[in-house]
């Protein structure tokens, strides 16, 4: 079975050769930027499946835009920053954390593309197609074809197994994080109302709160420990942060509704 014109055990192979390189390059990037080692990549193993995807991009749609420096530029630009874009956004949007941030970079779009890194893109996929695939395809016909189906049939298994257990993980992080969120709006509107002399209704309520939340912040602590040792930027998606402003309005209502259902009591006897 081939895929414009490449075996799909090739592809395969070629995606996690350059899943590989994706991980030792951001892996001793950051670990030279934050002076310790960070092995990147949300995987257990030590691939970066973003930069494997991205390859097979670069390989099915950009080779035929050689002749065409310019263009083969253009588009390799738009079409790995979009990529970039679309994993972010699957990302946040499964797990509500956001794993990098360019927001602090001048003409990025939410944080999840900037400019900078969107021409770096352009520059890594003509290095890519021109210089660094080449030879690796060339050493790829030489393996027999036997030894790769073997071999891509091994990688494929772990491959599976590792995602598996990694969603399984990805999951349980965005379980808690909701957890903690919704805790969180209700311990500090729990506080709230006791700041406004109606503590005496919400003393255990808000004790019980205060249990559940620790529990819930311990618990996310352990399970987010791996994550947050390889992207130091990581952070909660705006979605799931409690605004100042949020919780005294919601406390107002609450406190409104006490006090009117108590004149209701008041005006019953």
């Known amino acids: 079975m081939t895929i414009l014109g490449y075996a799909v055990t090739d592809l395969f192979l070629y995606f996690i050769f350059y899943s590989f390189l994706g991980w030792v390059m951001e892996t001793c990037y950051c670990s030279i930027c934050e002076r310790r080692l ?55 949007t499964t797990t509500h954390v956001k794993y990098w941030d360019y927001s602090h970079f001048r003409f990025n779009l939410k944080g999840r593309i900037c400019l900078w890194v969107a021409l770096v893109w352009g520059v890594l996929s003509y290095l890519v197609i021109f210089y660094i695939h080449p030879p690796v395809e060339e050493l790829f016909t030489r393996i027999p074809p036997v030894l790769k189906y073997a071999l891509g049939s091994s990688l494929l298994v772990v491959l599976i197994v590792d995602a598996v257990l990694t969603i399984r993980h990805l999951a349980l992080v965005s379980r808690l994080v909701v957890g903690v969120t919704t805790l969180g709006k209700e311990l500090q509107v729990q506080l709230s109302l006791g700041k406004a002399e109606l503590s005496d209704m919400l003393e255990d309520k ?26 130091s930027k990581l952070s909660v998606n705006r979605r799931y942060t409690v605004r100042h402003e949020d919780i005294l309005a919601a406390a107002q209502l609450a406190r409104e509704e006490l006090l009117r259902k108590k004149a209701q009591r008041k005006a019953s006897r």
């Open 38 to 92: 960070v092995p990147r990549g949300f995987l257990y193993g030590p691939i970066c499946p973003i930069y494997g995807a991205g390859v097979l991009l670069m390989i099915l749609f950009f080779t035929p835009l050689k002749q065409n420096l310019l263009l083969f530029y253009v588009v390799a630009v738009v079409v790995m920053s979009s990529w970039e874009y679309f994993v972010a956004w699957l990302l946040e």
């Open 206 to 231: 808000s004790a019980a709160l205060r249990q559940r939340y620790s529990a819930e912040i311990a618990q996310l602590e352990r399970y987010s420990r791996r994550f947050r040792s390889r992207y």
